[in-house]
């Protein structure tokens, strides 16, 4: 600000330059480039700190979402931090912002409508939609406008069953039901005659069409330089009921199945998933068809809450990465697909319980013939060890982008196979368990990869490892230490676990742990807890002002472990 010819004001704000643009035919672009968008939704929250998360929480999160090639968020489903969007601005990822997760009607927030009481649990933000929707809105793009990140406004999240009109058209009995018919059928009300169903079943309250007409009004009044786009979990009565002559772009949830009836039925609309399975046949669809920009799985990372199965679980185990942010096997198969760089990781599994069972001279089979092309959310039980019973029958399973792969055991080859024989993009050994080393090398455009898992012994240590030798004592800075059951030379042991206490002292209060189990549920402020594949997470917080070096131990009933000492850095501010 200038008076009198004097600056009196300033302000600073961070931005950025970029283009933008989606085809209908060919995708979207990126300062002019065609690419796919790589990308995951999250939820708010940061696992064991809950929804008040740190900034490093989730620099460590999204660090390791963009090692396996993720390009882009998706925050579902309302707007996130502007903290959480300078990391994503400073990260290079591309966000869409979503705005609502409920208009004119509530959705029931337990059961998918299959309960239909309604009290203080359930409600949601309906009741105050007519009043706020606009302020809400308007509020939200003001103050992350100035993201570059951002590169499209959500105006709403699987809206169309709120409104019964638009849900009974498509003729899903139940649309809801994720047994199969949704997933995996197109609509069994053809075009003609969902139009005829949504002029004639009774009109309602409120019109889903005239209702997104309204949002991306308001929004393009503040911002016209990022599409509008919503994440439609009806959308062949989208298509037809005004919803999608709001958008600039239609969202699939969970609907591959009729990527190509969109675009064939209705091509002048680009379409992109906006809520997927983080499954290969997924992505499979993605890569299939230049006219789909890219994907959003869900989830990027496990969050509290929609356990669905119950009690004792506190979530979905449906992310590459777990609570704690520890990476899983999807996450593995999906640094795969995303990654140019060469990656290989070894799984396992006895035979008995693999998705997969021997055959002479031949490749490992599924169990249930073209079972991949089904898959949900949950990726399949596998381990990431190398510990059973002498010449147990197991699968070894292999993600890598490598053309090829050869296995060992013990030094001993088990043969090189192509990753082109596996339609599931899943190399597959039959190997009869010895103790020893499991090594698995890839090659990728003459660049050789390899990995190895081997046999442990029994525990003899706890190892903890730290992110940070420094804090800054401004009452705000955060550490993670992970600690590691280990053997007598050092290896991991996954399949043992033990209650482990921990200590901290000096300038730094504990924030929590965790196991990343889903099916833990202790508080997460505590001094103790038991491991998960022999692993737990510890994060602490700087104490302000404070000039003591930060001290971390941990021990066990029979293990001890290494000590970790991180030093003060005065908070200057």
Known sequence: MIENGEIIDTEETVFGIRSIQFDASTGFYLNGKNRKIKGVCLHHDGGLVGAAVPKDVWRRRLEKLKEAGCNAIRISHNPASNEFLDLCDEMGFLVQDEFFDEWDNPKDKRKNMNERSVDYITRGNAEHFQEW???DLKNTILSHRNHPSIFQWSIGNEIEWTYPRNAEATGFFNNMDWSGNYFWSVPPNNIDEIKEKIKTLPKETYDIGATAQKLAKWTKELDTTRYVIANCILPSSSYESGYADALDIIGFSYRRVIYDYGHE???????????????WHEWKAVLDRPFISGTFLWTGIDYLGESNGGWPKKGTPSGLLDVAGFEKP??????????????????TQTEEKSNYKSTHNANPMEKKEGAWKNALWVWQDVNEHWNYKDEQATIVEIYSNCEEVELFLNEQSLGIKKLTEFEDHIYKWAVPFKQGILKAVGSKNGQKVETLIKTTSKPEALRLVGDKNQLIADGYDTAHIVLQITDAEGNPIKTENQKINFSVSGGAKLLGVDNGAITNTQDFKSEEITTDKGRALLIIQ?????????????SSPTLTSNEIEITIKPNNK
Request: net charge positive; glycine share 4%; charged share 15%.
């Open 542 to 554: 700087s104490i302000k002002n404070s000039t003591v070096p930060i001290l971390i131990k941990a």
């Open 265 to 279: 039925n209705y091509p002048n609309k680009p379409i992109m998933g906006t809520e997927n399975l983080g499954q």
């Open 133 to 135: 929707a606009e302020t």
């Open 330 to 347: 999807s996450y593995y198969m999906f640094k795969s697909l995303w990654s140019d760089a060469p990656s290989i990781y070894i799984a």
